[in-house]
């Protein structure tokens, strides 16, 4: 059983990435359940998708729960910190969307230091990902999304093969099948290649 | 194959043979009238996007009195608008198939309020099925056609956000396509329901409810899961926390008897008492209102049985919000006096985090109105607001809601505001809103002469709940040949003698004319038409937008753009303000915001 919660901000792509998620999870013989934000969250909201894969009932992950935080942007990975343990890896995106309160209320966006710091408190391990970079890198600059879903298949956390998810990409992915795949390993190697510390 | 709840009673639907199919939009309801627009023409089913819910719920009965097979869906508050219609319809009872989809949202993600709408089913003594997952969707939507055709009664089908939102492996059929046409055979004995008609029918319904209740008892719907070996402690659950209630079962380690009701309306007498009559306590754990804990408490009462029943009324489990495996597996310790090991879950202190609520998109053209409309009143005026995207104006910096109750309400609570206040009072509704539930209220204030401002603020969709169509709209679902209504003839008739229409985009036009419309004496209506940004940018894609920089020369931090206009593409980091180039619109009402002249177009 594998808990993957994702957050980021409305338009990052996240569901299309835990689509991606459930459709390796069926191709790779598991049940799964998705839950996704819909309406007004949307609009440039925080918004949080989970997939949770295995005999399960649920489709919420609670406080502690989550095996798996995959962040598309760096302040929503703190700010949903409260779902990690020692047993959770977070996995996050250096993407930085500026809310509006840091203009309108003066609030200070965090530094990848604190982002760092706050999470190594509770989770077993914190990794950074330059999913925008990486997908440039990809010839795919607007699929961050999918680079993260390789990030996360490289955590080897889900269980499930990597052709299942690349096989999953083709299916739900239309056009530059090819780039999108290329993106999916440079998540992929990015994570599973990390150095510990 | 991989459907969303929702989607999967689309499915259901369509392998029912369903020949009409209707809805208005809303959260968490939306996707079911969204995948059948989109396949209604290949299924050769009539599927509409209707005016309002009251209005669907009664094309769909107008169909299924004649014998076809009819869906009608929308999000819990929706059925308050369709109410009238539905109550009486349980009198006249239907002919072909009819199915009420409510989605109903505890928490209020997307919505007003997080009423419970099975009582509904218990108001009007309808049928009432609560699926699960997404294959209990799909199965019980064909079951509620086939339950509504045997019983010649309309039949609820209850979702919650966390069964309408999830997206889970289906296992579907063949789609047999239903008759599209039957001939509405006369029959007002039945249909008309003046009071002699509607008093036998009233009896007529008890009758059929009687016969409903043995089929509950006898519905593979209601059944026990044993966990672990069972025992003498038992919980009675339905819809979504069934699975809270399977998942906190096995994370307590838990032996129990789990008899879940899909079928709950009216409750299957038999089952309760032969349940409750093999185990000693007995906890009931459902979503908001106690619904089920109150109906088996009478159950038990009245069978005198000594079953401890356990839930809200002892504290065990809360009445409001929704729930989730570790409340419920706290509820589960509390009542049944578990020594079970909750996990304690860190606590964060993130209270510094700039916070990131739902915000009106970059060249929203909410956004130019409501900055107009702030200083042509110099905030000195009562906002009556209404549902939609435009409710997020309610937020710094345009303070631009005060009273808000539902769909249609401001023109209504406009009308109040004003007889009681000195302040001017201006009203905002949307276009998808004012067809919805506006006009009437219009047409009150008119014949009795309320003065205050209406401002219908015309995007020319319905945004907030995924762009659908609306009566104004120009183009219909792909499945539909549509007729556009303009809103300006609507007010027009409804009698309104000074109506202005503005682009938003145009703030000095938009100010001046809002300060025009304060000195009439009576309603005054300002139409603010612009399409909404996210449309124009779908459509756009590729071309070449006015994009806006701010020239930081010019610039005299003066925070106007930030702190009086609000754009997700305009920030103010360590005092310096700039623009985002990918995420501006090109609206270029920034630059009329500047007090400075110092936003300009990129060359």
Redesign the interface.
Same mark, same amino acid.
């Given at each position: 059983m594998t808990d993957v919660y994702l957050v980021g901000v409305g338009g990052q792509g996240i569901i299309t990435a835990s689509r991606i998620i459930g459709d390796a999870a069926i191709l790779a013989g598991k049940n799964v359940l998705l839950s996704e934000t819909h309406g007004m969250a949307q609009r440039g909201g925080s918004v949080v998708c989970t997939a949770r894969i295995g005999e399960v009932y649920s489709p919420l992950i609670p406080d502690g729960q989550a095996d798996v935080v995959l962040s598309f942007e760096l302040l929503e990975a703190l700010r949903v910190v409260c779902k990690a343990s020692k047993n959770t890896v977070v996995v996050s995106s250096n993407e930085r969307m500026i809310p509006l309160s840091v203009s309108s209320q003066k609030l200070k966006y965090p530094t990848l230091d604190e982002v760092r710091r706050e999470i190594a408190k509770i989770a077993r391990e914190f990794v950074l990902i330059e999913a925008s970079k990486l997908a440039g890198e990809a010839g795919v600059p607007m699929s961050s999304n999918i680079v993260m879903v390789g990030a996360l298949a490289g955590t080897g956390l889900t269980n499930l093969d990597k052709k299942h998810f690349e096989k999953a990409i083709e299916m739900s992915i239309a056009r530059n099948v090819k780039e999108n795949l290329a993106a999916f390993s440079k998540g992929f190697d990015a994570v599973s290649t990390r150095s510990r510390t | 194959m991989?459907l969303?709840g929702n989607e999967a009673i689309a499915r259901g639907a369509l392998e029912a043979g369903v020949a009409v199919a209707t809805t208005y939009p809303g /959260?968490?309801a939306?996707?079911i009238g969204d995948a059948l627009a989109r396949v209604a023409k290949d299924a050769g089913i009539y599927f509409e996007y209707s005016t309002n819910e009251m209005v669907a719920t009664e094309f769909a009965i107008g169909a299924a009195a004649s014998g076809v097979r009819a869906l009608v869906s929308m999000k819990h508050v929706g059925l308050n608008v369709a109410a009238d219609a539905l109550m009486t319809f349980a009198y006249t009872g239907t002919r072909g198939g009819f199915v009420l989809v409510t989605a109903d949202d505890p928490s209020c =993600?997307?919505s007003q309020n997080e009423q419970d709408n099975r009582y509904y089913a218990l108001l009007g003594g309808i049928p009432l099925l609560e699926p699960?997952?997404p294959q209990e969707c799909y199965q019980m939507t064909k079951d509620a056609f086939a339950l509504s055709e045997k019983l010649e009664l309309p039949v609820i089908l209850r979702t919650t956000t $966390?069964v309408s =939102?999830? $997206? %889970?492996?289906v296992v579907v059929g063949e789609i047999v396509p239903g008759p599209k046409k039957k001939e509405f055979v006369k029959d007002p004995k039945r249909f008309v329901t003046v009071p002699a008609v509607a008093r036998a029918r009233h009896l007529i319904l008890l009758e059929r409810l009687q016969e409903a209740s043995k089929l509950a008892d006898g519905s593979a719907l209601n059944r026990v899961y044993r966990i672990g070996a069972g025992g003498r402690s038992g919980i009675i659950t339905s819809s979504a926390a069934?699975?809270?209630v399977?998942?906190a079962a096995k994370m307590l380690g838990m032996s129990t008897d789990v008899l879940k009701l899909g079928f709950s309306h009216p409750l299957p007498t038999h089952l309760i008492v032969e349940f409750l009559k093999t185990h000693d306590s007995v906890a009931v754990v459902e979503e908001l209102e106690p619904i089920l804990e109150t109906s088996i408490r009478a159950v038990a009462q009245h069978e005198g049985l000594k079953a401890k029943i356990l839930g809200k009324a002892d504290g065990a489990f809360p009445q409001a919000y929704e729930f +989730?495996?570790?409340?419920v597996a706290s509820g589960l310790v509390k009542a049944f006096g578990l020594k079970g090991e909750i996990?304690?879950?860190?606590?964060?202190d @993130?209270q +510094? @985090?700039?916070? $990131? &609520?739902?915000? @009106?998109?970059a060249g929203c053209p909410h956004s130019a109105t409501y900055f107009a409309v702030n200083k042509a009143t110099n905030r000195k005026a009562i906002f009556a607001s209404d549902i939609g995207?435009y409710t @997020?104006g309610v937020a &710094?910096?345009y303070n631009a809601a005060d009273l808000l109750v539902c769909m249609g309400s401001s023109v209504g609570t406009a009308g109040g505001l004003a007889k009681v206040n000195d302040q001017p009072v201006i009203a905002f509704i949307g276009d998808s809103t004012f067809f919805h539930a506006g006009i009437p209220g219009l047409i009150n204030a008119v014949h009795h002469g309320h003065k205050f401002l209406l401002m219908i603020l015309d995007n020319r969709t319905t945004a907030? /709940? %995924?762009h659908q169509p609306h009566p104004g709209s120009d183009k219909g679902p792909s499945c539909c040949d549509i007729t556009s209504v303009s809103i300006e003839e609507v007010v027009k008739g409804c009698g309104v003698k000074w109506l202005k229409v503005v682009d938003p985009y145009d703030i000095k036009t938009t100010t001046d004319t809002v300060k025009q419309a304060l000195t009439q004496n009576g309603v005054s209506v300002i139409i603010a038409r612009r399409e909404c940004a996210l449309i124009v940018k779908r459509d756009q894609k590729g071309a070449i937008l006015k994009k806006h920089y701010i020239d930081q020369e010019a610039c005299k931090k003066c925070r106007t753009c930030?702190?009086k206009f609000?754009c &997700?593409a305009?920030?103010?980091?360590d005092k310096v303000?700039t623009i985002d180039d990918t995420s501006c619109a090109g609206c270029g009402a920034c630059a009329q915001v500047c007090p400075h002249k110092a936003i300009k177009e990129a060359r």
């Open positions: - | 991989l969303l /959260t968490p939306s996707e =993600h997307s699960s997952s $966390r =939102h999830v $997206r %889970g492996p069934f699975n809270y399977m998942d +989730d495996q570790a409340i996990a304690k879950t860190v606590s964060v @993130l +510094d @985090l700039p916070v $990131r &609520p739902p915000v @009106l998109c995207c @997020l &710094p910096p907030m /709940t %995924g930030v702190d609000q &997700p305009i920030s103010s980091i303000q």
